[in-house]
Antibody, heavy 124, light 107 residues
Framework: EVQLLESGGALVLPGGSLRLACAASGFTFSSYDMTWVRQAPGKGLEWVSRITGSAGSTYYSTYYTDSVKGRFTISRDNSKNTLYLQMNSLRAEDTAVYYC?????????????WGQGTLVTVSS | EIVLTQSPATLSLFPGERATLSCRASQSVSTYLAWYQQKPGQAPRLLIYDASNRATGIPARFSGSGSGSDFTLTISSLEPEDFAVFYCHQRATWPWTFGHGTKVDIK
């Protein structure tokens, strides 16, 4: 069974930093592209960032929505089956539940599996 | 950035009625469009991928259609558990984007 468990959400001051983690199990983590999606309180979904799977290489491609470019960094540790999102220079508008998602399957880039989410609150 | 416009914002229907949700893209996304359902307090669930393919375990009453810029999610006969918010999502062009959602509520 595919399981994704996010952690690391917290209350942080504007300008602060936070690192989210997503522990994956039930599948070959290294083979799958992974994505972070967020949802501000009472609002819709927003795609945040994506990292490709290894496909036998140590090179990964990463992608970001414009509002987080230069502030957020997505990474993965395949030895630990864990996805990360390093968030720096946090702003009030980054307040949201952050979901870790896995593609439905190889070549099927829809988010077929979701974690339960972790709440990040940026406030003074 | 591709903007996805969903309509209507809210759809009020009785159980058993047919629901038709629209998603229009500001430019062509081919068939790289998915639909998600989200209930309060839950993570979203994938319903449809690549415009018309049902995800595993999704009932046949859910169907997707369209290509290019115009897409439709149809629920042929609403069950009580179907009332939720539905989002469309494109993966044709970076940055990927979501629509703002259509809420389907009980009339």
């Amino acid at each position: 069974e595919v399981q994704l468990l996010e952690s690391g959400g917290a209350l942080v001051l504007p300008g602060g930093s936070l690192r989210l983690a997503c522990a994956a199990s039930g599948f070959t983590f290294s083979s799958y592209d992974m994505t972070w999606v967020r949802q501000a309180p009472g609002k819709g979904l927003e795609w945040v960032s994506r990292i490709t799977g290894s496909a036998g290489s140590t090179y990964y491609s990463t992608y970001y929505t414009d509002s987080v470019k230069g502030r957020f960094t997505i990474s993965r540790d395949n030895s630990k089956n864990t996805l990360y999102l390093q968030m720096n220079s946090l702003r009030a508008e980054d307040t949201a539940v952050y979901y870790c998602t896995r593609d439905l399957g190889p070549g099927l880039a829809a988010s077929g599996f979701w974690g339960q989410g972790t709440l990040v609150t940026v406030s003074s | 950035e591709i903007v996805l416009t969903q309509s209507p914002a809210t759809l009020s229907l009785f159980p058993g009625e047919r629901a038709t949700l629209s998603c229009r893209a500001s430019q062509s996304v081919s068939t790289y469009l998915a639909w998600y359902q989200q209930k309060p307090g839950q993570a979203p669930r994938l319903l449809i991928y690549d415009a018309s393919n049902r995800a595993t375990g999704i009932p046949a009453r859910f169907s997707g259609s369209g290509s290019g810029s115009d897409f439709t999610l149809t629920i042929s006969s609403l069950e009580p558990e179907d009332f939720a918010v539905f989002y469309c999502h494109q993966r044709a062009t970076w940055p990927w984007t979501f629509g703002h959602g259509t809420k389907v509520d009980i009339k």
